[in-house]
C-alpha cells in the first residue's frame, strides 16, 4: 500500500523526512529507565524461561471439547509466565532460598534472591522500539480515514505531530496498524501498544498531575491504546484494557474530560484573525468531550465482556453531547464559524436526552431534540450498561423487564425510525440496539459457561438454565434478533468499516443461535403465534417474527440443525425483512 493512495482525502502534513526516530525512541526510554541502567537488553539475557506442562486426564468427548474451549477463549491468557519483549519470565523466583536462620526457614531471604529480585525490578527494553517512519505515516493515514470516523475522538483537521502529543501519536499509530491486513502490521501494532502502556504507567505522575496540554494527550493515547487493546483479540492485551480501565477514568475525571470549560463560539463580528485560535480551542474542548464519551462506550463495552458491574453511572450521563459530524469534519475556521451559526450550536448534557415519554409511541413533541451520531451511539450504549448492572444485581424482573425494553424503544423512535435504510451508519447502531434486545432477554454469561467458557464444571453449573432458556419464549426472540443482527452485518457496504461492538455482537448473536439449537427440549410445548407476535420491539420492525424465524432456521419447522440455520453459516436472509 502507499502513501499516495490517500493524498486525495487527507491532510498534506505528515511525518516529515526530517523525522529523528532514534531521538524519539530515546524521549520515550528516557522517561522510564532510571538514571544509571541501560535500556539495552541482549537478547540471550532469557530469566525463568519455562515450558507450559501438559496434562492428560481422561475424560468424555463432551468434557474434552467443553476442555478445549475453556484453554482457547478469547479472554483467558494460558501463558504461565508475563511475556515481556518476546521473553518468557516467571513471576516467581527461580532460585531456592537459604534460610537467614536455623528457625523458621521461610523467615528471611539470602542475597541470591534479592539480586533476582532487583534484576526483575529493572525494566528491559529492545533498542529500536518503534517501525519505520514509513510505516508511522502510512498508520497516521490509514487512523484518520478508517478508524476516526467510526470513533470520532480525535479532530484531524487541527491535529499535527509534536513533542507534547508523541505519545498519542504513537497510540494513534498502533490502531491504524489493525487496518493495513497483514500479520506483520498487526505485530507492530502490538509492539507499540505494549511499550506505549509501559511507558503511560511509568510517566503518568509527572505528566497527569500537570494539567497540560501534555496531560490531555496522554489521557487521549490512553483511550486509543484501551481501543487497541480491545480489538486485537490477544487476551493478554483484554486482561490489560480490563485492569487499566479504571485508572483511565480516575486520570480524566482529575483532568476535567467529564467537565471540559466552554469554549468561546464566534458570531458574525468575530474578526478573521482571532478565528482560527477559537477553532483550534474549540477542538480541544470537543476532543475532551468526545474522550469522555469513549469512556462511557468503553465502560459499557468491558461490563458485557466482562459481566461486572459498569464503573460510571449510565443512568444520567452528566456529560456535555458531542456536536454534529458536519461541525466536527469542518476542515476550516470558516466553514466552522458559519456551521456553528447555522445549527444553533450550544451543547447540552447528555442526561437531558434520556428523559423518557409519558407515552408509547412518543408524540413528535416528545422526542428528543437533534443529537449527533456519535452522542446516539453513547446514549444507546448507556442503556446497555443499564440492562448490564440490574442483570448483575442478580436477576432482571418483570418490572426491570419493561423499563429497559420501553427505553430502547424510545431510543428506536426518537433517534432511528426516520433515518434512510441506504444511509451509511458509521456507528452500526442497529446492531448495537438488536444486541441490548439479546441481553435484555438472556444471561450471556450463562450461556458463555454452557458451551465451555469455564469448563465442563462451569457447563454444568448452568445446565438447568439453558435448557429452560432453550425452550421459552424468550429464545425465540434473541433468535430473531441474532439473525437480525447477521443480516444487517452482510448488508454492510464492502468498503465500510464495522463498529468497535460489531465483532462481540456477532459473536453473541452466533452464541445465542447455538445455545438455542442445541440445549432446547425438542417435546416442549410450542409458543403460540400470537405471544411470538405480541412483542413490541418486533412490531415497530414491520417484520413478521414467525416467518423471519422460520426463513433463519434454514425453512424448517421447529428447530433446526447447526448446518441448517442461516446465522450460523452467514446465508443472506429475508432481505426484504427490515422496512
Given at each position: 500500500?502507499?502513501?499516495?493512495?490517500?493524498?486525495?482525502?487527507?491532510?498534506?502534513?505528515?511525518?516529515?523526512?526530517?523525522?529523528?526516530?532514534?531521538?524519539?525512541?530515546?524521549?520515550?526510554?528516557?522517561?522510564?529507565?532510571?538514571?544509571?541502567?541501560?535500556?539495552?537488553?541482549?537478547?540471550?539475557?532469557?530469566?525463568?524461561?519455562?515450558?507450559?506442562?501438559?496434562?492428560?486426564?481422561?475424560?468424555?468427548?463432551n468434557?474434552?471439547?467443553?476442555?478445549?474451549?475453556?484453554?482457547l477463549?478469547?479472554?483467558?491468557?494460558?501463558?504461565?509466565?508475563?511475556?515481556?519483549?518476546?521473553?518468557?519470565?516467571?513471576?516467581?523466583?527461580?532460585?531456592?532460598?537459604?534460610p537467614?536462620?536455623?528457625?523458621?526457614?521461610?523467615?528471611?531471604?539470602?542475597?541470591?534472591?534479592?539480586?533476582?529480585l532487583?534484576?526483575?525490578l529493572?525494566?528491559?527494553?529492545?533498542?529500536?522500539?518503534?517501525?519505520s517512519?514509513?510505516?508511522?505515516?502510512?498508520?497516521?493515514?490509514?487512523?484518520?480515514?478508517?478508524?476516526?470516523?467510526?470513533?470520532?475522538?480525535?479532530?484531524?483537521?487541527?491535529?499535527?505531530?509534536?513533542?507534547?502529543?508523541?505519545?498519542?501519536l504513537?497510540?494513534?499509530?498502533?490502531?491504524?496498524?489493525?487496518?493495513?491486513?497483514?500479520?506483520?502490521?498487526?505485530?507492530?501494532g502490538?509492539?507499540?501498544?505494549?511499550?506505549?502502556?509501559?511507558?503511560?504507567?511509568?510517566s503518568?505522575?509527572?505528566?497527569?498531575?500537570?494539567?497540560?496540554?501534555?496531560?490531555v494527550?496522554?489521557?487521549?493515547?490512553?483511550?486509543?491504546?484501551?481501543?487497541?487493546?480491545?480489538?486485537?483479540?490477544?487476551?493478554?492485551?483484554?486482561?490489560?484494557?480490563?485492569?487499566?480501565?479504571?485508572?483511565?477514568?480516575?486520570?480524566?475525571?482529575r483532568?476535567?474530560f467529564?467537565?471540559?470549560?466552554?469554549?468561546?463560539?464566534?458570531?458574525?463580528?468575530?474578526?478573521?484573525?482571532?478565528?482560527?485560535?477559537?477553532?483550534?480551542?474549540?477542538a480541544?474542548?470537543?476532543?475532551?468531550?468526545?474522550?469522555?464519551?469513549?469512556?462511557?462506550?468503553?465502560?459499557?463495552?468491558?461490563?458485557?465482556?466482562?459481566?461486572?458491574?459498569?464503573?460510571?453511572?449510565?443512568?444520567?450521563?452528566?456529560?456535555?453531547?458531542?456536536?454534529?459530524?458536519?461541525?466536527?469534519?469542518?476542515?476550516?475556521?470558516?466553514?466552522?464559524?458559519?456551521?456553528?451559526?447555522?445549527?444553533?450550536?450550544?451543547?447540552?448534557?447528555?442526561?437531558?436526552?434520556?428523559?423518557?415519554?409519558?407515552?408509547?409511541?412518543?408524540?413528535?413533541?416528545?422526542?428528543?431534540p437533534q443529537?449527533?451520531?456519535?452522542?446516539?451511539?453513547?446514549l444507546?450504549?448507556?442503556?446497555?450498561?443499564?440492562?448490564?448492572?440490574?442483570?448483575?444485581?442478580?436477576?432482571?424482573?418483570?418490572?426491570?423487564?419493561?423499563?429497559?425494553?420501553?427505553?430502547?424503544?424510545?431510543?428506536?423512535?426518537?433517534?432511528?425510525?426516520g433515518?434512510?435504510?441506504?444511509?451509511?451508519?458509521?456507528?452500526?447502531?442497529?446492531?448495537?440496539?438488536?444486541?441490548?434486545?439479546?441481553?435484555?432477554?438472556?444471561?450471556?454469561?450463562?450461556?458463555?459457561?454452557?458451551?465451555?467458557?469455564?469448563?465442563?464444571?462451569?457447563?454444568?453449573?448452568?445446565?438447568?438454565?439453558?435448557?429452560?432458556?432453550?425452550?421459552?419464549?424468550?429464545?425465540?426472540?434473541?433468535?430473531?434478533?441474532?439473525?437480525?443482527?447477521?443480516?444487517?452485518?452482510?448488508?454492510?457496504?464492502?468498503?465500510?468499516?464495522?463498529?468497535?461492538?460489531?465483532?462481540?455482537?456477532?459473536?453473541?448473536?452466533?452464541?445465542?443461535?447455538?445455545?438455542?439449537?442445541?440445549?432446547?427440549?425438542?417435546?416442549?410445548?410450542?409458543v403460540?403465534?400470537?405471544?411470538?407476535?405480541?412483542?413490541?420491539?418486533?412490531?415497530?420492525?414491520?417484520?413478521?417474527?414467525?416467518?423471519?424465524?422460520?426463513?433463519?432456521?434454514?425453512?424448517?419447522?421447529?428447530k433446526?440443525?447447526?448446518?441448517?440455520?442461516?446465522?450460523?453459516?452467514?446465508?443472506?436472509?429475508?432481505?426484504?425483512?427490515?422496512?
Amino acid at each position: 500500500m502507499q502513501l499516495g493512495a490517500f493524498d486525495s482525502d487527507y491532510p498534506t502534513w505528515h511525518i516529515g523526512e526530517d523525522f529523528d526516530l532514534r531521538a524519539f525512541n530515546s524521549s520515550l526510554l528516557a522517561s522510564i529507565i532510571p538514571e544509571g541502567i541501560s535500556g539495552h537488553v541482549p537478547t540471550e539475557c532469557r530469566l525463568g524461561l519455562q515450558t507450559p506442562a501438559s496434562q492428560t486426564n481422561p475424560c468424555s468427548p463432551n468434557e474434552k471439547s467443553l476442555s478445549m474451549i475453556n484453554e482457547l477463549w478469547f479472554t483467558k491468557d494460558c501463558t504461565p509466565g508475563c511475556r515481556t519483549d518476546d521473553i518468557l519470565y516467571s513471576v516467581a523466583p527461580t532460585r531456592p532460598i537459604t534460610p537467614a536462620s536455623s528457625g523458621n526457614e521461610n523467615s528471611g531471604l539470602d542475597d541470591r534472591y534479592r539480586d533476582d529480585l532487583s534484576l526483575r525490578l529493572q525494566p528491559r527494553w529492545k533498542e529500536d522500539p518503534l517501525p519505520s517512519t514509513e510505516f508511522l505515516n502510512l498508520a497516521l493515514q490509514l487512523f484518520f480515514t478508517k478508524f476516526n470516523p467510526i470513533f470520532p475522538l480525535i479532530h484531524a483537521a487541527t491535529f499535527r505531530p509534536s513533542q507534547q502529543n508523541s505519545l498519542l501519536l504513537l497510540s494513534i499509530c498502533s490502531i491504524g496498524s489493525l487496518f493495513m491486513g497483514s500479520n506483520g502490521a498487526t505485530a507492530q501494532g502490538s509492539k507499540i501498544f505494549e511499550r506505549l502502556n509501559k511507558v503511560i504507567l511509568a510517566s503518568w505522575e509527572n505528566i497527569v498531575t500537570r494539567k497540560t496540554m501534555e496531560s490531555v494527550s496522554l489521557i487521549q493515547a490512553a483511550i486509543i491504546g484501551q481501543t487497541f487493546g480491545y480489538l486485537s483479540g490477544n487476551p493478554k492485551h483484554l486482561i490489560t484494557v480490563e485492569a487499566f480501565s479504571g485508572t483511565v477514568v480516575a486520570w480524566a475525571r482529575r483532568n476535567g474530560f467529564f467537565h471540559p470549560s466552554h469554549p468561546i463560539l464566534p458570531d458574525s463580528n468575530t474578526p478573521l484573525r482571532e478565528l482560527d485560535e477559537l477553532w483550534k480551542s474549540w477542538a480541544k474542548s470537543e476532543e475532551m468531550r468526545r474522550t469522555a464519551s469513549g469512556l462511557y462506550v468503553h465502560d459499557s463495552q468491558l461490563a458485557s465482556m466482562f459481566h461486572h458491574d459498569p464503573l460510571l453511572r449510565h443512568n444520567s450521563i452528566q456529560i456535555q453531547a458531542a456536536a454534529s459530524t458536519e461541525l466536527f469534519n469542518a476542515s476550516s475556521a470558516a466553514s466552522w464559524a458559519a456551521l456553528v451559526r447555522s445549527q444553533n450550536y450550544a451543547p447540552q448534557l447528555l442526561c437531558q436526552y434520556q428523559q423518557m415519554p409519558k407515552t408509547s409511541p412518543p408524540s413528535p413533541s416528545q422526542l428528543s431534540p437533534q443529537v449527533s451520531r456519535f452522542s446516539t451511539y453513547v446514549l444507546l450504549h448507556g442503556i446497555a450498561a443499564g440492562i448490564q448492572e440490574s442483570r448483575q444485581a442478580g436477576f432482571i424482573d418483570a418490572q426491570d423487564m419493561c423499563q429497559h425494553r420501553d427505553a430502547l424503544i424510545h431510543w428506536y423512535h426518537a433517534y432511528e425510525s426516520g433515518n434512510c435504510e441506504k444511509e451509511p451508519d458509521p456507528f452500526c447502531l442497529m446492531i448495537l440496539w438488536h444486541e441490548s434486545f439479546m441481553s435484555l432477554l438472556v444471561d450471556f454469561d450463562k450461556l458463555e459457561r454452557a458451551i465451555g467458557r469455564d469448563g465442563p464444571s462451569g457447563a454444568t453449573q448452568v445446565s438447568f438454565y439453558t435448557e429452560q432458556w432453550a425452550s421459552s419464549i424468550h429464545a425465540k426472540r434473541v433468535a430473531i434478533h441474532a439473525s437480525l443482527i447477521h443480516q444487517r452485518f452482510g448488508n454492510m457496504r464492502v468498503a465500510s468499516e464495522p463498529a468497535i461492538h460489531v465483532p462481540r455482537s456477532m459473536f453473541l448473536a452466533a452464541i445465542a443461535w447455538y445455545c438455542y439449537i442445541k440445549f432446547g427440549v425438542e417435546d416442549s410445548p410450542a409458543v403460540a403465534t400470537e405471544e411470538v407476535l405480541d412483542c413490541p420491539e418486533l412490531k415497530i420492525l414491520n417484520i413478521n417474527p414467525s416467518q423471519h424465524l422460520f426463513e433463519a432456521s434454514g425453512f424448517t419447522k421447529g428447530k433446526p440443525t447447526a448446518v441448517e440455520a442461516s446465522p450460523l453459516l452467514g446465508r443472506d436472509i429475508a432481505k426484504d425483512s427490515i422496512q
